[in-house]
């Protein structure tokens, strides 16, 4: 196997602590998609606060996570049963760009074409399919375009498995230009870590969530807050509102819906009436079909 803007940093499981030495100071292709903000799971605050370290990096996979990880072999056989002119190879290890030393590359496989010309293959899985009704997601388009550009390869497939039986298959094609806003704001990213400057705040649980970890204990003293405490205080009184309005609407809903499962807005499938066992329905947005 010839790579030549990287070299082979070793095979390591995740759960290997040589695997975590290996990361520190080093920006993956999932911390790309984070510090960009398409991360709906964890904020640029948060991965500033792990890079820095200043809150552990390392966190119990979720069943999500896990199921992923274990799942990854088997949708691999399948794109590899779906192709028999490529030649897949597994467990390729991490690789360092040869130009940047804190950029790596950890793919779940490589497709060697007929001609010699290697791919990333990057293996997904999903619950709902409507992150990907229009194409790979945003997220993981960062994370594959880094791997292309650590590796100089020029096509990635990617291949994901929506609710455990609805397989799909999509083709990136490396976008230079991506690339290269994607490496400035990564270098950015690190001039913050290096400056201990967090980004600016934002309304995610994974900021809050962060920030709670950093300051975890309680000391008898008192701080003035002046205008962050005014404001907070204004939009606490805002939420609440709010919120008794939307109470008010959802029972409107309801009763609109009468028995019926879905509601319908301009068409599309927006709520619906569900139950726990014989418990009274209770009203949801939809999340998958």
Avoid at 16 to 35: A, N, Y
Avoid at 246 to 267: F, H, Q
Wanted: aromatic residues 8%; negative net charge; contains cysteine.
């Amino acid at each position: 196997m010839q790579i030549q803007t990287a070299k082979h940093l070793g095979t390591f499981d995740s759960s290997q602590p040589e695997w975590h030495e290996l990361r520190k100071g080093k920006v993956g292709g999932s911390l790309v998609g984070t510090i960009a903000g398409l991360n709906k799971w964890e904020s640029p605050y948060t991965a500033w606060a792990k890079f820095s370290g200043h809150i552990p990096d390392h966190v119990p996979d979720s069943p999500p996570m896990e199921w992923g990880r274990r799942l990854e072999g088997v949708v691999l056989d399948k794109f590899a049963d779906e192709h028999p002119e490529l030649t897949i190879q597994r467990d390729v290890g991490t690789w360092q760009s040869l130009e940047h030393s804190f950029q790596i590359a950890n793919v779940d496989g490589l497709a060697q074409e007929t001609d010699g010309t290697l791919s990333v293959v990057e293996i997904k899985t999903a619950k709902y399919p409507d992150d990907w009704a229009d194409g790979v997601p945003d997220y993981y388009l960062t994370q594959v375009q880094w791997y292309m550009s650590t590796l100089g390869l020029k096509k990635a497939y990617v291949a994901v498995l929506i609710g455990g039986s609805d397989y799909r298959e999509f083709e990136v094609k490396a976008d230079v230009f991506q690339q290269s806003a994607d490496m400035m704001m990564v270098e950015q990213f690190l001039e913050c870590v290096d400056e201990n400057t967090a980004p600016d705040w934002d309304g995610s649980t994974s900021t809050y969530e962060s920030v709670r970890r950093m300051n975890p204990n309680i000391q008898d003293s008192q701080v003035e807050l002046g205008d962050v405490g005014v404001d907070l205080a204004a939009a606490l009184e805002a939420e609440s509102k709010a919120k008794a309005v939307a109470l008010a609407l959802k029972s409107e809903v309801i009763d609109t819906m009468g028995n019926a499962k879905r509601g319908m807005v301009n068409g599309q499938h927006m709520f619906s009436r569900q139950s726990r066992g014989s418990g009274t329905p209770f009203l949801v947005t939809k999340k998958g079909n």
